[in-house]
């Protein structure tokens, strides 16, 4: 296809396509249906050698990958955390993919550079984040996490690990028991091995436990040691508990250890004056990420990943071949140095597009509603005699079981898998499940960019009805 008038006819159907899809969502099953394997038995064995038109490859889309889908953009959909998109968010991607520019130094795409530093300026300013933070966009917070650890690796080395590689095999990493499964990652890839990634306690909420961090990196030192990083937690995965930043940054400055900030999910919350308290300490932590790609209306990939030593940053990822050498050079921001790829996508595009149609107010009424919306799903199973909230909800997350009494521990975690299976291929609804203190857990989020108090309504009827026929 390389004439502009079939490109335009095919893209305008494709538009067609999209705002029925988005308008008519709730007619598909939330969690794709399909069985292992399903898909690659439809798709040929080897690639074709002849192009085909159009009109071929839309329909096997239509017919053979549409099955395959799982429509996180469904207001029903409340597993894991939200994947959001909107409207302005796709216009913008729209033309991220059309420009199809690689954003990797300022020379490159300079108004990508500046859109970038500008528009995560917005953000830290609307979010309460310090001012001597400054921004980057990364694809996930998995590689911010990473980056995290990488320059609190060479800050720790004074750069040698960078030049010479490890001496030394006595660098701590610390998290919560609670923590991502990204920080593990990170730091098996930065080289530290696993077996130095202490685990911290976390209290009855699930947060971290300051004493018991405390004790750990004074363990550590004692036996010659040399902590380097602390992950904390602002929103963890299974339960969205808030780590107590305050006392952890007080523990990291006097010791000199870097503190990384992982929001990825609840840091968009930030943007509500009444969840300030949650960065309460920021001001004394080295890095701070969040995934505008979760609950910020704007379509994956787009992680906000902000430093305070940007120095810091470029001196562990700088590497400076000739053909990247520029006049412009230290004049400007070239982002290829402050993470790991080399190319760059220019996303700040569909933030800019998202921030700018909604407005900062409008972002707020939304994730207001998405929380009001939690508040009264969490009211309505504290009312019920057959249901309980395993632990108190945070934002838009809450955390249940069916629990009609007089059902042993082990089968009421059986019971509740059931629940969840049945529930989820139903295609009605979509949810998944985390453990609390070994109970297994429903976990409902309430914050796919479109969804209303009636998609809540039909979810806890569903919910009710199904755990009454297997209970
Ligand atoms: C989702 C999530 C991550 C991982 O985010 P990616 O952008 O997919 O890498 C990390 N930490 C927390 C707390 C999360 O909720």
């Known amino acids: 296809m390389n004439d502009v008038n079939e490109f335009r006819k095919s893209a305008h159907q494709i538009v067609d396509w999209m705002a029925d899809y988005l308008d008519q969502i709730e007619k598909y099953p939330v969690k794709s249906q ?53 409207f302005p968010s796709l216009l913008g991607e729209m033309l991220t993919s059309t420009l199809a ?86 730091v098996k890839i930065a080289g530290f091995g696993r077996a130095n990634l202490v685990k911290v306690k976390v209290d009855d909420q699930l947060r971290m436990d300051p004493n018991s961090l405390s004790k750990a990196i004074q363990e550590d030192l004692d036996a010659g040691k040399i902590p380097v990083c602390v992950v904390a937690t602002i929103g963890t995965t299974g339960t969205c508990a808030i780590d107590p930043l305050d006392e952890i940054a007080k523990i990291t400055s006097a010791n000199n250890v870097w503190l990384h900030v992982d929001a990825a999910f609840a840091g968009t919350a930030l943007l509500l004056e009444e969840y300030s308290w949650m960065i309460e300490g920021l001001e004394k932590a080295d890095s701070f990420v969040f995934n505008p790609h ?52 220019f996303r700040s595009l569909k933030l800019w597009f998202v921030i700018r149609s909604f407005g900062l107010e409008g972002i707020k009424d939304k994730l207001r509603g998405h929380i009001e919306l939690a508040r009264n799903f969490e009211s309505n199973i504290n009312a019920s005699t057959d249901f309980e909230v395993l632990i108190p909800r945070t934002l838009n997350l809450v955390c249940f079981r069916f629990n009609p009494g007089g059902i042993q521990e082990k089968q009421l975690n059986e019971l ?22 070994e109970k297994y857990a429903l976990r409902l989020v309430i914050g796919q960019t479109n969804v209303e108090s009636k998609h809540i309504e039909k979810a806890l009827l569903l919910i009710q009805k199904t755990a009454k026929s297997i209970g």
């Open 101 to 186: 520019a690689q954003c990797m130094i300022w020379e490159t795409s300079p108004s990508a550079a500046e859109l970038e530093e500008r528009v995560l300026d917005w953000l830290r300013d609307a979010m309460g984040i310090p001012a001597c933070f400054k921004g980057v966009i990364q694809d996930t917070a998995s590689t911010a996490t990473l980056s995290a650890i990488l320059t609190a690796r060479e800050m720790a080395s004074n750069y040698e690990i960078n030049n010479s590689g490890f001496s030394t095999n006595d660098y701590r990493i610390y998290c919560s028991e609670e923590t991502h499964s990204s920080v593990e990652k990170a």
């Open 34 to 86: 399909v069985k292992p394997g399903d898909i690659l038995a439809q798709l040929p064995s080897s690639a074709p050698s002849n192009g085909e038109k159009f009109e071929d490859i839309f329909k096997d889309f239509e017919e053979i990958i549409m099955p395959g889908i799982t429509h996180w953009q469904s207001p029903s959909f409340h597993a894991y955390f939200p994947g959001n998109s909107s």
């Open 416 to 437: 509740n898998h059931q629940l969840i299976e049945q529930l989820n291929a139903s295609g009605e609804v979509y949810l998944t499940h985390t453990k609390i203190n």
């Open 294 to 345: 979760k609950w910020m209306l704007t379509n994956f990939d787009c992680t906000a990943y902000y430093v305070k030593d940007e120095e810091a940053l470029i001196r562990t990822f700088e590497v400076l071949p000739e053909y990247l050498k520029t006049k412009t050079r230290g004049l400007v921001n070239d982002y290829r140095d402050w993470g790991i790829p080399l190319g760059r996508r």
